[in-house]
């Protein structure tokens, strides 16, 4: 097996180096973060057979075995989640090759290479703090792309991202002390394994400040006030990255937080509570929204608060949906995302509906891939969100809330309401007089990385074996908490006597 | 009252009443210097936290430069963990600081002006 | 088999003079109700051969032309399914719903031709015909049901044969209530006074008759003279018992008869307030009989 | 074929799928090329629908397909009709490859959708059946077009919500995806969700069986759709909503719910229930679409109130009310597609749907005028059509059960038929013709072509109803419900009568024979001009006065009271407090201030601290 330590390191090294690449010619250094993650997918896939196991492996660092020292803990639901991040990083790497950063432009793609780092190292790490280092990585690269392009709508959203995004974090440091504090380890599995002998209340604490502090990169419901600013003005393969890794590692770190570390079926089944609230909120909000970066910011809340219902259900059926749906929702929103950046380059840059109007009878094949993003939202065949959707409410229904089903349901039909909507703008046969014939640009590229995103929608939809049964057992990897515990610290606590 | 938990009073009430006014200055002040103080504050609120919960009353730094300390560092020694994780975390806390400045010089530079509640272009 | 066949087409001939007498009848009892003299009683037989031997009549296509055709057609084809005096012809072949059926090819053909000759007129009238049909039909499929589900069958022989013995055993005491619904129903359906706002000679001309003349005026009279015989016919049938030729015809003419008597003394209704009589009154009296028969 | 060895299941999926690419990717070379590989692929497709092996199913994701006689009927009607409204659509080359791609797409999974035997595949092919007519309706775009496009997905989303809602109850009570295993096990289920599962699912099926109160996007849907498409939207994929219908009412609930239920008249509540909603929806449509302006719009109320009739045959639940509602579903979709085919044709020649701006169209559109007549007659009832067959049925099954009142109301809405129906003929073909259209030509030869064709079952099932009875009667027996048995190749008989329709056909031509001896005994006749009418001396110089505008104003008056009762504004309600909270949500939440968000994360932890505190850990 590779080492998926590989997966920090390497595109740690080039990220900084990309100064260095600029130094040779400007352009190399658009190629730093392709070839990073270039290399990561690739290893992604070295890594996928293994992740169709149950097991867990923990990948030693400096040669002290865990609980002590600092491990990788590389499962199939840590592994799913990277699938995501690569898959997504991949084709907004590529993207960028014909992207015009905001200067300065070795600083963008260096924060960019960290960002995904960062999510990839959260969702990969085996210990706690450095859950929260990752966090941090990916947070603070996060806040600096959001603002990057230096005007004043990017300042202002990357300052709320910060003041909710710092603050969730340090709020995530005060839990990681209190447990440190109880238990005296930062291994998870070594928490995990102990926190049944700590003070519940100190548990709850813990768990209160977990939810608060990740919930932020999860886009939950009260603490999600940056997304559709952030989504609206930060660069579109930054916003992207936002929905495709950033909240996919927010969701990473509170399902494992909530099901490996606390393990408390009554806190987890909050998120079906703040599952519901998002998701309505998200939907609800981007009703009447008009400009569509805002409309699919808040379209991703709703859809992440539809994953978090899927994750609070807690059950085996219900986050195998789960995870399907970040899966597909990572990919589509990314689609669409992109999308939307070549559709603004016929406008001048406007995103609101009205000057898209009939942008679908001018580009049909850019309508088409918007189109197959938008289906596939809706959860709709062939296309890899229906599976994702179909599996999450059954699996729902299955482990025995069928109300919070029917809810999800309920807001899908306002989901259905908006995206139908503004497909009718795109096909409107009134043509806005805002649409250039031609982009200044040429599209080529961000062409050939749509479509990479369109056909994994449509490939998954045709033939989701491979795609259940990663899901499958990512799953069960996460419900399954002692194997995990067993897995990374077995030997030492075999060595200790006692299993 | 012993000096130990006399010592565990001082380091939690003050941490924490650094995290209240922390919290006090950012859900009331409207000014995005004091807002960024405010993050501050709780940051090393919080810092603050983190090494108390590895202080043990009467013992030294986990500095391994004695002999008896090389011998029995364990009962000599605080807990070197939480100050390396306050290491990291002081570090964190001051990239995100300045990034929050660097990103308030840019606020007061494109609107001219650092009151929260009037930095709404971005809204609904 | 023989004997059938010729009374089937020698029926509709004698069923056709005879409902040209009805009508000859019709007006010459009018007339003296209205204290006129009135034309002789075979005025209408007269009528039709003037009218077929007219040379020369106003033609707008070929379904202006087909319209009469089909109208006599569809009033022949139900007269075959009702059984006459005892004499079954194709009754076995179709129950009562077929023959509600069967009877609207009639109106409907007549009103594709009526379409045809583009006059304003003709349309209104055909609006007003279909109106007033809305208004009744609803009666009386009321009362049909309420036949139906008493005897329990649809079929007019069962029906006929279950009233056998008697004026007492006819149906028209047990379902008093849905024969008086159907006698209501039946004013429109002729086309008698207060019903007559289809025709309405003062106020659209004859309506659907408008533009028809000649020969299409006599077939419209055959028509006619026909639809009076079948939907009397079915009063008697479904309430009187049915009964030999002669009684069968007696019976009919004093269920036309009553027809006239309302007919000679009545103003006409507006069309909306007719629609709307007939889905209040007739049909609150027909529901109220329904339910009865529903329950006993 | 083709030396692959592949199962008919997957050589059809393959067909469709080749079929549908093919069709875009080369439809943009030639005008016809597309038609006429659409209508390759679905000849293809047909010969491979009669030779389906029973049984098939795909290992993973695991999908189960088979056919029987109730999916072989509906599946013969799908590509049957399919394949007419293709030809017809020779005459519309102006339709982009899009709209054929979508075309093919929506057959095959039409197709797919009878043969699924389990929940999964049944759902995905309801869905992607779904969002295809959402993409012809969409088309080339237009606001109207988006507005009726926008709703009927959303219904179209309701709908597969209750549907999906209802299969996962079923998956997890019975423990199987299947068919076969959720008829088995449901007797086991609780009864209370027995039950709910059932109304929704039929709650989910009434979307696109457009029953009331679900109904409200198919005046706009069908009033916007590409023309000739419409006359498949009605005719073929209304009945896939019957078929489900059919599939939860029969397959999964008559076999208990018949014994368990309360009755009243001999009938199970549930029965009664959807029978109450079938009369109302017939009734209350067929009232609508007396008042309608639009040709299209008429005739899509129409299809409301026909699709009513079929619910409440289904509702009656007795032999006769099966075999009557599966043979209305047959008859429906033939005559509908007639009639939609034919206001195709008519739009095309002239441009406009709406009555009042059309009228005398016989002069120049006879064929178009006679089909219109047969489609007419079928969808009237009137014997010798293939609609009388099935309205008799289900007026016997009606009153043999008992059914009074909701028969009164069927048949008031039959009466209706002849409003509406004579409305739709008088006002495009009889009357004054427009000055504008003195020059439109008849439709070309695929659009009445495709007329005689649809004609010729509309016919032959009226003359002979037999044929279909058997079918019915098969497809009774293999559910183990009740069948009609007594019939012959002309003959039906029930309980209350009998009707030999072979008979009844002869007897009219003989009729019409003595009329037309009537016709030829009198005087010649003289053509004359179309002004040339009686106007009681008022027009003394030729006048345009086609009656063609509010037809029934007077019945529209008297009618008021009933036109106000509206579901309609019940769904606008719902949609403007929506809209009202989502703007309160958007703008009160959202409000741009990033303090309020941090004061959201205090008070946040505030709740959770209480809400974990309530709960017991």
Same mark, same amino acid.
């Given at each position: 097996m590779v080492s998926p330590i590989l997966l920090i390191a390497v595109p740690l090294i080039l990220a900084f180096s990309v100064p260095l690449w600029g130094l040779i010619h400007k352009k190399l250094e658009k190629f730093v973060p392709l070839i990073a993650f270039g290399?990561?997918?690739?290893?992604?896939?070295?890594?996928?057979?293994?992740?169709?196991?149950?097991?867990?492996?923990?990948?030693?660092?400096?040669?002290?075995?865990?609980?002590?020292?600092?491990?990788?803990?590389?499962? @199939?639901?840590?592994? #799913?989640?990277? %699938?995501? *991040?690569? $898959? =997504?990083?991949?084709? /907004?790497?590529?993207? +960028?090759?014909?992207?015009?950063?905001?200067? @300065?432009?070795?600083? #963008?793609?260096? %924060?960019? *290479?960290? $960002? =995904?780092?960062?999510? /990839?190292?959260?969702? +990969?790490?085996g210990d706690i703090f450095n859950l929260f280092v990752f966090l941090e990585i990916t947070s603070i690269s996060a806040y600096a792309l959001t603002a990057i392009t230096k005007t004043g709508p990017a300042a202002e959203a990357g300052f709320k991202y910060l003041l909710l995004g710092s603050l969730g974090s340090t709020l995530v440091l005060l839990g990681i002390a209190l447990i440190y504090g109880s238990l005296g380890t930062l291994n998870m599995a070594h928490i995990a394994h102990r926190?049944?002998?700590?003070?519940?209340?100190?548990?709850?604490?813990?768990?209160?400040?977990?939810?608060?502090?990740?919930?932020?990169?999860?886009?939950?419901?009260?603490?999600?006030?940056?997304?559709?600013?952030?989504?609206?003005?930060?660069?579109?393969?930054?916003?992207?990255?936002?929905?495709?890794?950033?909240?996919?590692?927010?969701?990473?770190?509170?399902?494992?937080?909530?099901?490996?570390?606390?393990?408390?079926?009554?806190?987890?089944?909050?998120?079906?509570?703040?599952?519901?609230?998002?998701?309505?909120?998200?939907?609800?909000?981007?009703?009447?929204?008009?400009?569509?970066?805002?409309?699919?910011?808040?379209?991703?809340?709703?859809?992440?608060?539809?994953?978090?219902?899927?994750?609070?259900?807690?059950?085996?059926?219900?986050?195998?949906?789960?995870?399907?749906?970040?899966?597909?929702?990572?990919?589509?929103?990314?689609?669409?995302?992109?999308?939307?950046g070549v559709m603004a380059l016929h406008t001048g840059g406007a995103t609101d509906m009205e000057s898209l109007r009939g942008f679908g009878r001018k580009f049909p094949y850019w309508s088409m891939l918007f189109a197959v993003g938008v289906l596939s939202t809706l959860g709709l065949p062939p296309f890899a969100g229906f599976w994702s959707k179909l599996a999450l409410i059954i699996g729902v229904i299955i482990d025995g809330h069928p109300t919070y089903a029917a809810l999800a349901l309920i807001a899908t039909f306002i989901e259905v309401f908006y995206f139908a909507r503004l497909l009718s703008v795109i096909y409107s046969s009134k043509l806005s007089p805002k649409l250039v014939e031609r982009s200044i640009r040429n599209t080529t590229i961000p062409l050939l990385s749509a479509t990479f995103l369109a056909a994994i929608i449509i490939a998954v939809g045709l033939y989701p074996n491979v795609f259940f049964d990663l899901g499958d057992s990512a799953s069960r990897a996460l419900l399954n908490r002692a194997h995990y515990i067993f897995s990374i610290i077995g030997h030492y606590l075999q060595s200790m006597g006692g299993v | 009252m012993n000096p130990e938990a006399l010592g565990k009073v001082i380091f939690y009430g003050s941490s924490i009443a650094l995290f209240l006014i922390g919290l006090y200055i950012i859900l009331v002040k409207r000014n995005l210097i004091k807002l960024i103080l405010g993050l501050t504050f709780i940051e090393s609120g919080v810092n603050l936290f983190l090494v108390s919960i590895g202080y043990v009353w009467g013992r030294t730094a986990p500095i391994l430069n004695k002999p008896e300390l090389m011998e029995t560092p364990s009962k000599l020694a605080v807990d070197p963990v939480p100050q390396a994780l306050v290491l990291t975390a002081i570090v964190i806390g001051v990239a995100v600081t300045a990034m929050a400045l660097a990103i308030a010089m840019l606020i007061y530079d494109k609107y001219g002006t650092l009151n929260i509640s009037k930095i709404k272009e971005l809204k609904w | 088999m023989t004997g059938q066949i010729l009374w089937a087409i020698f029926m509709p001939i004698l069923v056709i003079i005879i409902g040209l007498i009805y009508m000859g009848l019709a007006r010459k009892i009018t007339a003296r109700i209205h204290n006129r003299y009135g034309p002789p009683f075979y005025q209408n037989i007269i009528d039709v051969i003037k009218l077929f031997s007219k040379k020369d009549v106003a033609n707008h296509g070929v379904m202006f032309s087909l319209g009469p055709v089909i109208a006599v057609a569809g009033m022949v084809i139900s007269l075959l399914f009702i059984p006459i005096g005892n004499r079954p012809l194709l009754s076995f072949n179709g129950d009562i719903i077929v023959l509600l059926y069967l009877l609207v090819i009639a109106p409907l053909g007549m009103a594709l031709g009526v379409g045809e000759g583009a006059n304003p007129n003709g349309a209104i009238g055909i609006a007003r015909a279909l109106t007033l049909m809305l208004g009744y039909e609803v009666v009386l499929v009321i009362a049909a049901v309420a036949v139906m589900i008493h005897a329990g069958s649809a079929s007019f022989m069962e029906i006929i044969r279950q009233q056998q013995g008697g004026v007492a055993h006819w149906f028209i005491w047990p379902l008093f209530l849905s024969a008086l619904a159907t006698d209501i129903a039946l004013q429109a359906i002729l086309g008698e006074k207060p019903f007559d706002q289809p025709i309405a000679p003062h106020e659209i001309a004859s309506g659907p008759m408008v533009e028809y003349g000649g020969k299409f005026l006599g077939m419209l009279q055959i028509y006619h003279a026909i639809a009076i015989i079948v939907e009397t016919g079915i009063f008697v049938n479904l309430f009187l018992g049915g009964g030999s030729l002669v009684w069968w015809f007696v019976k009919s003419f004093a269920v036309f008869f009553v027809a006239l008597l309302i007919n000679a003394v009545m103003p006409r209704f507006r069309i909306g307030q007719a629609f709307k009589f007939y889905w209040t009154y007739p049909a609150a009296i027909g529901l109220v009989g329904l339910i009865i028969v529903a329950i006993t | 074929m083709f030396g692959i060895n592949m199962n008919p299941y997957e050589l059809l999926a393959a067909v469709f799928g080749l079929g549908a690419i093919?069709?875009?990717?080369?439809?943009?070379?030639?005008?016809?090329?597309?038609?006429?590989?659409?209508?390759?692929?679905?000849a293809l497709a047909t010969y491979i629908f009669l030779h389906l092996p029973n049984e098939y199913s795909l290992e993973s994701p695991s999908l189960l397909f088979g056919i029987d006689k109730l999916s072989w009927l509906f599946g013969i009607l799908t590509l049957g009709l399919g394949t007419i409204v293709a030809f017809a659509l020779l005459a519309y080359p102006e339709l982009s490859p899009n709209f054929y791609f979508m075309f093919i797409l929506n057959i095959g999974a039409s197709i797919f959708l009878l043969l699924s035997r389990d929940l999964v595949a049944f759902f995905l092919m309801w869905e992607l059946m779904s969002w295809t007519i959402f993409a012809m309706i969409l088309g080339d775009g237009g606001a109207e077009r988006g507005r009726a496009a926008t709703k009927y997905l959303v219904w179209s989303a309701i709908g597969a919500a209750f549907i999906l809602f209802a299969f996962a109850i079923l998956a997890k009570s019975t423990n199987s995806f299947e068919w076969s295993g959720i008829v088995a096990g449901i007797s086991q289920m609780p009864s209370?969700?027995?039950?709910?599962?059932?109304?929704?699912?039929?709650?989910?099926?009434?979307?696109?069986?457009?029953?009331?109160?679900m109904h409200t996007w198919v005046p706009d849907a069908y009033a916007e759709s590409p023309h000739p498409f419409t006359a498949f939207l009605s005719g073929v994929l209304s009945k896939l909503g019957i078929y489900g219908i059919f599939l939860a009412f029969f397959v999964l609930s008559a076999r208990f719910e018949l014994v368990n239920m309360p009755k009243i008249f001999g009938t199970h509540i549930f029965g009664y229930i959807l029978a109450w909603i079938g009369a109302l929806t017939a009734f209350g449509a067929s009232l609508i679409a007396i008042k309608q302006e639009h040709a299209k719009r008429l005739l899509a109320w129409s299809s409301i109130s026909q699709l009513g009739y079929i619910l409440f045959g289904f509702g009656i639940g007795s032999a006769i009310g099966i075999a009557?509602?599966?043979?209305?579903?047959?008859?429906?979709?033939?005559?509908?597609?007639?009639?939609?085919?034919?206001?195709?044709?008519?739009?095309?020649?002239?441009?406009?749907?709406?009555?009042?701006?059309?009228?005398?169209?016989?002069?120049?559109?006879?064929?178009?005028?006679i089909f219109a007549v047969v489609g007419g007659l079928a969808l009237a009832g009137i014997p010798m059509t293939i609609g009388f067959p099935s309205k008799w049925l289900i007026y016997e099954?009606?009153?043999?059960?008992?059914?009074?009142?909701?028969?009164?109301?069927?048949?008031?809405?039959?009466?209706?038929?002849?409003?509406?129906?004579?409305?739709?003929?008088?006002?495009?073909?009889?009357?004054?013709l427009h000055a504008n259209h003195q020059d439109v030509k008849e439709v070309p030869f695929p659009i009445w072509f495709s007329y005689i064709l649809i004609s010729i079952p509309i016919f032959w099932l009226g003359l002979f109803p037999g044929k279909a009875m058997q079918i019915f009667a098969e497809i009774a027996e293999q559910f183990d419900l009740p069948a009609v048995t007594n019939f012959t190749a002309t003959t039906i008989t029930t309980p209350l009568g009998s009707f030999n329709a072979l008979i009844v056909g002869l007897v009219f031509f003989a009729s019409f024979a003595f009329g037309l001896l009537l016709y030829f005994i009198g005087g010649r006749t003289r053509k004359v001009h179309q002004y040339d009418t009686f106007l009681a001396g008022e027009a003394d110089e030729p006048v345009k006065l086609h009656y063609g505008q509010r037809f029934f104003y007077f019945l529209e008056r008297e009618l008021k009271p009933l036109y106000r009762i509206s579901v309609e504004k019940i769904y606008q309600f719902v949609a403007e407090f929506t809209r009202f909270v989502a703007d309160q949500v958007r703008k009160g939440f959202f409000c741009g201030n990033a303090q309020a968000y941090l004061y959201y994360m205090t008070i946040f932890i505030v709740i959770l601290v209480f809400a974990i505190w309530r709960i017991k850990l």
């Amino acid at each position: 097996m590779v080492s998926p330590i590989l997966l920090i390191a390497v595109p740690l090294i080039l990220a900084f180096s990309v100064p260095l690449w600029g130094l040779i010619h400007k352009k190399l250094e658009k190629f730093v973060p392709l070839i990073a993650f270039g290399f990561n997918t690739y290893l992604i896939f070295r890594l996928l057979p293994f992740a169709l196991t149950e097991r867990t492996i923990s990948v030693v660092i400096a040669n002290i075995k865990p609980p002590f020292g600092i491990n990788l803990a590389v499962g @199939p639901f840590g592994l #799913f989640f990277a %699938l995501i *991040i690569q $898959l =997504v990083a991949l084709a /907004t790497a590529f993207y +960028l090759l014909s992207y015009d950063p905001p200067e @300065p432009s070795d600083k #963008f793609y260096m %924060l960019f *290479i960290l $960002l =995904v780092l960062g999510s /990839t190292g959260m969702v +990969l790490t085996g210990d706690i703090f450095n859950l929260f280092v990752f966090l941090e990585i990916t947070s603070i690269s996060a806040y600096a792309l959001t603002a990057i392009t230096k005007t004043g709508p990017a300042a202002e959203a990357g300052f709320k991202y910060l003041l909710l995004g710092s603050l969730g974090s340090t709020l995530v440091l005060l839990g990681i002390a209190l447990i440190y504090g109880s238990l005296g380890t930062l291994n998870m599995a070594h928490i995990a394994h102990r926190i049944s002998g700590m003070d519940s209340r100190l548990v709850v604490a813990a768990a209160i400040l977990f939810i608060v502090g990740f919930g932020v990169e999860a886009e939950m419901l009260p603490l999600n006030g940056w997304v559709p600013d952030a989504y609206q003005a930060a660069p579109i393969p930054v916003v992207a990255l936002l929905s495709g890794a950033v909240a996919k590692a927010g969701l990473y770190a509170l399902a494992r937080v909530l099901y490996t570390l606390i393990g408390m079926p009554n806190i987890i089944m909050l998120l079906l509570t703040f599952g519901i609230l998002t998701m309505f909120a998200g939907e609800l909000a981007a009703l009447r929204q008009n400009d569509i970066r805002r409309l699919l910011a808040y379209s991703s809340i709703g859809q992440m608060g539809m994953i978090m219902l899927a994750f609070g259900a807690f059950g085996v059926n219900s986050v195998f949906g789960g995870v399907l749906q970040a899966f597909t929702h990572g990919i589509t929103k990314a689609l669409l995302f992109l999308v939307l950046g070549v559709m603004a380059l016929h406008t001048g840059g406007a995103t609101d509906m009205e000057s898209l109007r009939g942008f679908g009878r001018k580009f049909p094949y850019w309508s088409m891939l918007f189109a197959v993003g938008v289906l596939s939202t809706l959860g709709l065949p062939p296309f890899a969100g229906f599976w994702s959707k179909l599996a999450l409410i059954i699996g729902v229904i299955i482990d025995g809330h069928p109300t919070y089903a029917a809810l999800a349901l309920i807001a899908t039909f306002i989901e259905v309401f908006y995206f139908a909507r503004l497909l009718s703008v795109i096909y409107s046969s009134k043509l806005s007089p805002k649409l250039v014939e031609r982009s200044i640009r040429n599209t080529t590229i961000p062409l050939l990385s749509a479509t990479f995103l369109a056909a994994i929608i449509i490939a998954v939809g045709l033939y989701p074996n491979v795609f259940f049964d990663l899901g499958d057992s990512a799953s069960r990897a996460l419900l399954n908490r002692a194997h995990y515990i067993f897995s990374i610290i077995g030997h030492y606590l075999q060595s200790m006597g006692g299993v | 009252m012993n000096p130990e938990a006399l010592g565990k009073v001082i380091f939690y009430g003050s941490s924490i009443a650094l995290f209240l006014i922390g919290l006090y200055i950012i859900l009331v002040k409207r000014n995005l210097i004091k807002l960024i103080l405010g993050l501050t504050f709780i940051e090393s609120g919080v810092n603050l936290f983190l090494v108390s919960i590895g202080y043990v009353w009467g013992r030294t730094a986990p500095i391994l430069n004695k002999p008896e300390l090389m011998e029995t560092p364990s009962k000599l020694a605080v807990d070197p963990v939480p100050q390396a994780l306050v290491l990291t975390a002081i570090v964190i806390g001051v990239a995100v600081t300045a990034m929050a400045l660097a990103i308030a010089m840019l606020i007061y530079d494109k609107y001219g002006t650092l009151n929260i509640s009037k930095i709404k272009e971005l809204k609904w | 088999m023989t004997g059938q066949i010729l009374w089937a087409i020698f029926m509709p001939i004698l069923v056709i003079i005879i409902g040209l007498i009805y009508m000859g009848l019709a007006r010459k009892i009018t007339a003296r109700i209205h204290n006129r003299y009135g034309p002789p009683f075979y005025q209408n037989i007269i009528d039709v051969i003037k009218l077929f031997s007219k040379k020369d009549v106003a033609n707008h296509g070929v379904m202006f032309s087909l319209g009469p055709v089909i109208a006599v057609a569809g009033m022949v084809i139900s007269l075959l399914f009702i059984p006459i005096g005892n004499r079954p012809l194709l009754s076995f072949n179709g129950d009562i719903i077929v023959l509600l059926y069967l009877l609207v090819i009639a109106p409907l053909g007549m009103a594709l031709g009526v379409g045809e000759g583009a006059n304003p007129n003709g349309a209104i009238g055909i609006a007003r015909a279909l109106t007033l049909m809305l208004g009744y039909e609803v009666v009386l499929v009321i009362a049909a049901v309420a036949v139906m589900i008493h005897a329990g069958s649809a079929s007019f022989m069962e029906i006929i044969r279950q009233q056998q013995g008697g004026v007492a055993h006819w149906f028209i005491w047990p379902l008093f209530l849905s024969a008086l619904a159907t006698d209501i129903a039946l004013q429109a359906i002729l086309g008698e006074k207060p019903f007559d706002q289809p025709i309405a000679p003062h106020e659209i001309a004859s309506g659907p008759m408008v533009e028809y003349g000649g020969k299409f005026l006599g077939m419209l009279q055959i028509y006619h003279a026909i639809a009076i015989i079948v939907e009397t016919g079915i009063f008697v049938n479904l309430f009187l018992g049915g009964g030999s030729l002669v009684w069968w015809f007696v019976k009919s003419f004093a269920v036309f008869f009553v027809a006239l008597l309302i007919n000679a003394v009545m103003p006409r209704f507006r069309i909306g307030q007719a629609f709307k009589f007939y889905w209040t009154y007739p049909a609150a009296i027909g529901l109220v009989g329904l339910i009865i028969v529903a329950i006993t | 074929m083709f030396g692959i060895n592949m199962n008919p299941y997957e050589l059809l999926a393959a067909v469709f799928g080749l079929g549908a690419i093919l069709t875009y990717l080369l439809g943009h070379f030639d005008r016809h090329l597309k038609t006429w590989l659409t209508l390759i692929t679905l000849a293809l497709a047909t010969y491979i629908f009669l030779h389906l092996p029973n049984e098939y199913s795909l290992e993973s994701p695991s999908l189960l397909f088979g056919i029987d006689k109730l999916s072989w009927l509906f599946g013969i009607l799908t590509l049957g009709l399919g394949t007419i409204v293709a030809f017809a659509l020779l005459a519309y080359p102006e339709l982009s490859p899009n709209f054929y791609f979508m075309f093919i797409l929506n057959i095959g999974a039409s197709i797919f959708l009878l043969l699924s035997r389990d929940l999964v595949a049944f759902f995905l092919m309801w869905e992607l059946m779904s969002w295809t007519i959402f993409a012809m309706i969409l088309g080339d775009g237009g606001a109207e077009r988006g507005r009726a496009a926008t709703k009927y997905l959303v219904w179209s989303a309701i709908g597969a919500a209750f549907i999906l809602f209802a299969f996962a109850i079923l998956a997890k009570s019975t423990n199987s995806f299947e068919w076969s295993g959720i008829v088995a096990g449901i007797s086991q289920m609780p009864s209370g969700w027995r039950v709910a599962a059932i109304a929704l699912l039929i709650a989910g099926f009434a979307v696109k069986a457009a029953i009331m109160p679900m109904h409200t996007w198919v005046p706009d849907a069908y009033a916007e759709s590409p023309h000739p498409f419409t006359a498949f939207l009605s005719g073929v994929l209304s009945k896939l909503g019957i078929y489900g219908i059919f599939l939860a009412f029969f397959v999964l609930s008559a076999r208990f719910e018949l014994v368990n239920m309360p009755k009243i008249f001999g009938t199970h509540i549930f029965g009664y229930i959807l029978a109450w909603i079938g009369a109302l929806t017939a009734f209350g449509a067929s009232l609508i679409a007396i008042k309608q302006e639009h040709a299209k719009r008429l005739l899509a109320w129409s299809s409301i109130s026909q699709l009513g009739y079929i619910l409440f045959g289904f509702g009656i639940g007795s032999a006769i009310g099966i075999a009557g509602a599966l043979f209305h579903a047959v008859s429906h979709a033939l005559f509908k597609t007639l009639l939609f085919l034919i206001l195709a044709g008519v739009i095309k020649r002239t441009g406009t749907d709406r009555m009042a701006e059309l009228g005398g169209l016989i002069k120049k559109m006879p064929l178009s005028f006679i089909f219109a007549v047969v489609g007419g007659l079928a969808l009237a009832g009137i014997p010798m059509t293939i609609g009388f067959p099935s309205k008799w049925l289900i007026y016997e099954a009606a009153i043999h059960q008992g059914f009074i009142f909701t028969t009164v109301l069927i048949f008031a809405a039959s009466t209706a038929v002849f409003l509406y129906y004579y409305r739709f003929v008088f006002s495009i073909f009889l009357g004054e013709l427009h000055a504008n259209h003195q020059d439109v030509k008849e439709v070309p030869f695929p659009i009445w072509f495709s007329y005689i064709l649809i004609s010729i079952p509309i016919f032959w099932l009226g003359l002979f109803p037999g044929k279909a009875m058997q079918i019915f009667a098969e497809i009774a027996e293999q559910f183990d419900l009740p069948a009609v048995t007594n019939f012959t190749a002309t003959t039906i008989t029930t309980p209350l009568g009998s009707f030999n329709a072979l008979i009844v056909g002869l007897v009219f031509f003989a009729s019409f024979a003595f009329g037309l001896l009537l016709y030829f005994i009198g005087g010649r006749t003289r053509k004359v001009h179309q002004y040339d009418t009686f106007l009681a001396g008022e027009a003394d110089e030729p006048v345009k006065l086609h009656y063609g505008q509010r037809f029934f104003y007077f019945l529209e008056r008297e009618l008021k009271p009933l036109y106000r009762i509206s579901v309609e504004k019940i769904y606008q309600f719902v949609a403007e407090f929506t809209r009202f909270v989502a703007d309160q949500v958007r703008k009160g939440f959202f409000c741009g201030n990033a303090q309020a968000y941090l004061y959201y994360m205090t008070i946040f932890i505030v709740i959770l601290v209480f809400a974990i505190w309530r709960i017991k850990l």
